[in-house]
T-cell receptor, first 114, second 112 residues
Framework: DGGITQSPKYLFRKEGQNVTLSCEQN?????MYWYRQDPGQGLRLIYY???????QKGDIAEGYSVSREKKESFPLTVTSAQKNPTAFYLC?????????????FGNGTRLTVT | KQEVTQIPAALSVPEGENLVLNCSFTDSAIYNLQWFRQDPGKGLTSLLLIQSSQREQTSGRLNASLDKSSGRSTLYIAASQPGDSATYLCAVDGGSQGNLIFGKGTKLSVKP
């Protein structure tokens, strides 16, 4: 089955540690995205990539980093510089930017930092 | 700057009722509008995508309409079922930098 796999589902870290969230897709999509979801805030874009080896900052990129070395993979690192990292993180992808290209989501990773 | 609003934030209806969820946006220059469903603790599931040149899309008991000039979209759910209980989100794609702008969602509860 084609889809987007995010792992792990739950992640716990101590403050001051970097942590990497995995996102893999087998949909052959060019564009991939990372969103953060907080209660009452809606989804906010962290980073996105429209092609391998290229990515752009979203609205809340500070304290995060990404890489896009392979088409299928778009890992997100939450660094110790992120002031409030506890949240639900969602990875998404779509075939391309365009009018007929729906966005598909993974099942998310819930990160808790204490 | 594009803003997307969904009202009401929560809705409770008895099973079998037809219902309408609303989504409004401030900038009519959009590529498309997409409706999603989110179950608790899960990712978003795409329901319908309406391109800017289209007026509506249908999938089973769901029908989504788009009126770009007034900045509105509605999601119509026919004969609601308890399994329809979830949060429904709309998102508009303005084409700028490939980013979709999401509303905060309407939490729907269908009572048996």
């Amino acid at each position: 089955d084609g889809g987007i796999t995010q792992s792990p589902k739950y992640l716990f870290r101590k403050e001051g540690q970097n942590v990497t969230l995995s996102c893999e897709q087998n949909l052959n999509h060019d564009a991939m995205y990372w969103y953060r979801q907080d209660p009452g805030q809606g989804l906010r874009l962290i980073y996105y990539s429209q092609i391998v080896n290229d990515f752009q900052k979203g609205d809340i990129a500070e304290g995060y980093s990404v890489s896009r070395e392979k088409k299928e993979s778009f890992p997100l690192t939450v660094t110790s510089a992120q002031k409030n990292p506890t949240a639900f993180y969602l990875c998404a992808s779509r075939l391309r930017q365009g009018a007929d290209s729906p966005l598909h989501f993974g099942n998310g990773t819930r990160l808790t930092v204490t | 700057k594009q803003e997307v609003t969904q009202i009401p934030a929560a809705l409770s209806v008895p099973e079998g009722e037809n219902l309408v969820l609303n989504c409004s946006f401030t900038d009519s220059a959009i590529y498309n509008l997409q409706w999603f469903r989110q179950d608790p603790g899960k990712g978003l599931t795409s329901l319908l995508l309406i391109q800017s040149s289209q007026r509506e899309q249908t999938s089973g008991r769901l029908n989504a309409s788009l009126d770009k000039s007034s900045g509105r979209s509605t999601l119509y759910i026919a004969a609601s079922q308890p399994g329809d209980s979830a949060t429904y989100l709309c998102a508009v794609d303005g084409g700028s930098q490939g980013n979709l702008i999401f509303g905060k969602g309407t939490k729907l509860s269908v009572k048996p």
